[in-house]
């Protein structure tokens, strides 16, 4: 098995795209929350602004030849992309109705929006931080945010995403998508714009 040829599959399974999805099924699995009305609402609101609106919309930009690829944006074809997501959370903050009741989602969402207006800003200064590092990251801070919140025992969890971490970080560097800099900024970015938010539900 070649492990190169696998590396790049990372890149696209935790697509920053995905996370916020990714998230909220981590969410509902650990929590007592289960498939209800509720979470199935949360679910197609998150599917319909965190996903499918901005693919439809990175189709539109990749046929037009603004955006040449999925997961190998330049910084001035990220800007508008990025934008767009932290535009969506928003919407889904804002307008839900219901996700301020779900302390841990709500702040992870913001999290989210917080860390993609920083890697918005810093398209200005021509810095190209990595977004699938902030999206891994964020989404391992999640977990371990859950195994408090939560009080469940998912240290095995834990230990799988930062395997997943290295895996999207390496996947990154094979595909020179990233430097050293880009990538550990991203997951100082993931990681602390998660952290500052656990004193709010922890």
């Known amino acids: 098995m070649d492990l190169k040829k696998i590396l790049p599959l990372f890149s696209y399974i935790f697509h920053p795209i ?36 901005p693919l439809s919309i990175y189709y539109l930009l990749k046929a037009t030849g603004y955006i040449k690829s999925f997961t190998e944006a330049t910084i001035n074809e990220r800007k508008f992309p990025i934008l767009l997501q932290a535009l969506f ?24 929006l917080i860390s993609s207006t920083i890697a918005f800003m810093l398209t200005f200064i021509n810095f190209k931080v990595s977004l699938h590092m902030i999206g891994v990251c964020s989404l391992l801070a999640f977990t371990v ?3 408090v919140y939560l009080n469940v025992a998912i240290l095995p969890l834990i230990a799988l995403f930062l395997l997943f971490v290295g895996s999207v970080a390496s996947s990154r560097l094979y595909m020179k998508s990233h430097d050293y800099i880009e990538l550990f900024t991203g997951s100082m970015i993931g990681i602390l714009s998660q952290i500052i938010l656990w004193q709010f539900y922890l």
């Open 18 to 53: 995905f996370i916020t999805f990714y998230g909220v099924i981590l969410y509902i699995w650990l929590s007592d929350l289960g498939l209800n009305s509720l979470s199935l609402v949360l679910l197609i609101q998150v599917i319909i602004l965190t996903m499918l609106l």
């Open 89 to 112: 959370l928003f919407i889904l903050l804002k307008f839900s109705g219901f996700i301020e009741d779900l302390p841990a989602i709500y702040y992870f969402m913001i999290g989210g």
């Open 145 to 147: 945010s859950l195994y």
